[in-house]
């Protein structure tokens, strides 16, 4: 099984600040990595797929990098819509989440 | 737009079964993969399981295998998931979610996400 592992678990920022989640696999994922945020009480949405590729519609402060086992979600110009929780996710192996990373004020 | 609406899940006790359905529209159910994917309360994402388009593939966590089955009914656009053996720390709601490919592709993701249904393991 592939295990993700996400930080920081959480983190305190303010709108305008660029933020930065670090996601490790602990295995080569090639770049089978994909970015969900979370907000409370309502379904995860994709925001990045195959560890760089934005969703339609998902504003361009997200942005993804990363490969092998190493990747990373960067949002710059915080905005207050972007306060939730952000998930990585493998797809390499079946599929299997990063413990997320709770992004608040 | 796509639409996954969850039912069947409940209060059930240590030991018992649920089986767990999502009604899918507004899309072509029968030519993309599916996936269960659940949170317990205040907890972070775990997938489940998931199959393919056809069925013919199917997937488990390790934490469920054996207990859990999954299917699919392509002619009601219709996605299941038996839960038996059901522990206390199953409690957690389940999402039915649409794959963004036809099977378990590598570079495939979980796309579209159905609004949820809360199993509650309790005696």
């Known amino acids: 099984d592939i295990q993700m592992t996400q930080s920081p678990s959480s983190l305190s920022a303010s709108v305008g600040d660029r933020v930065t989640i670090t996601c490790r696999a602990s295995?080569?994922?090639?770049?089978?990595l994909n970015w969900y945020q979370q907000k409370p009480g309502k379904p995860p949405k994709v925001l990045i797929y195959t560890a760089s590729t934005l969703q339609d519609g998902v504003p361009s402060r997200f942005s993804g990098s990363g490969s092998g086992t190493h990747f990373t979600l960067t949002i710059t110009s915080l905005q207050p819509e972007d306060f939730a929780t952000y998930y990585c996710?493998?797809?390499?192996?079946?599929?299997?989440f990063g413990g997320g990373t709770k992004v608040e004020v | 737009e796509v639409q996954l609406l969850e039912s069947g899940g409940g209060l059930v006790q240590p030991g018992g079964s649920l089986r767990l359905s999502c009604a899918a529209s507004g899309f072509s159910f029968a030519t993309y993969a599916m996936s269960w994917v659940r949170q317990a309360p205040r907890q972070g994402l775990e997938w489940v399981s998931g199959l393919s388009d056809t069925g013919a593939g199917t997937y488990y966590a390790d934490s469920v295998k054996g207990r859990f089955t999954v299917s699919r009914d392509n002619s009601k656009n219709t996605l299941f998931l038996q839960l038996n053996s059901l522990r206390i720390e199953d409690t957690a709601v389940y999402y039915c979610?649409?794959?963004?490919?036809?099977?378990?592709?590598?570079?495939?993701?979980?796309?579209?996400w159905g609004q949820g249904t809360l199993v509650t393991v309790s005696s």
């Open positions: 979610v649409k794959e963004s490919r036809d099977y378990f592709h590598s570079r495939g993701y979980l796309e579209s």
């Open positions: 996710q493998q797809s390499y192996s079946v599929r299997s």
């Open positions: 295995h080569y994922i090639d770049t089978s």
